[in-house]
């Protein structure tokens, strides 16, 4: 009987660590990975400037995972960067930030300078899809945006970024829609890095997304309430 729990014990624990030891994480393990994104009384303001008010107040989620190798990425004065999100009206609001000890914008090829890719799983079918998969060049115009992407603005030399969804009556309360963030670091026309929001382990070969969560503190009806007797307080 020792023997079989023992027999019984090990299998467990390589069970345990089977996914880890793939280089991979499943869903299981983005269970507790989420961002929850807050209703707001005012949607901030889509310029590239996070001098809104509302940014003043979220949690945001770092970029500090390396998805090439997996590992936690330490910090380092050669890239820091970190992502929030808030909603009100159907829209989606994202605010980025990026330090990059060099910025690579000048090439005509995506692939040869910085750039951000977002996925958005609108319909929670927890995996990445080509169809929400949003490339954003760092400091640059871009031309027509792939729905649900409505706006995409930069601020601060292409270290600050604001980015709107339209996403309709899926920015309710308790929804939740897949999400994820990452940052390719190129420098002098070569990739260094591709660094994301996720839990440690997670690779870019990982077809999971974590889940973003529409929450609402105070009640839309309520909050509405106080916005309006803030207007008729300021009257006075
Ligand atoms: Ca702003
Ligand atoms: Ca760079």
Known sequence: MKLNRYVFVTLSLFLIAMPYALGHVTGASLQNFQYNADLVAVAPIVDGYLDDPVWEKVIPGKLDQDLISGDHLPESPDFSGSFAAVWRNGFLYVA???????????????????????HIDPHHSGRKDALYR?????????????????RVAWGNDGQTCEL?????????KGNVIGFDIAYNDVD???????????????????????????????????QQKLVQWGHIKSLY
Request: charged share 30%; net charge negative.
């Open 134 to 150: 949003f490339e954003i060049p760092i400091h640059k115009e871009m031309g027509t945006l792939k729905s649900p992407l409505t």
């Open 96 to 118: 980025i930030k990026i330090l990059d000890d060099q910025f690579e914008t000048h090439q005509k090829k995506l692939a040869r300078e910085d750039h951000i890719i977002l």
């Open 164 to 172: 709107s969804f339209r996403l309709d009556d899926l920015a309710r």
């Open 188 to 222: 002098n026309g070569q990739l260094q890095h591709k660094i994301g929001w996720a839990p440690e382990g997670y690779t870019e070969e990982d077809e999971f997304l974590p889940d973003l969560i529409f929450t609402a503190r105070i009640e839309p009806n309520q």
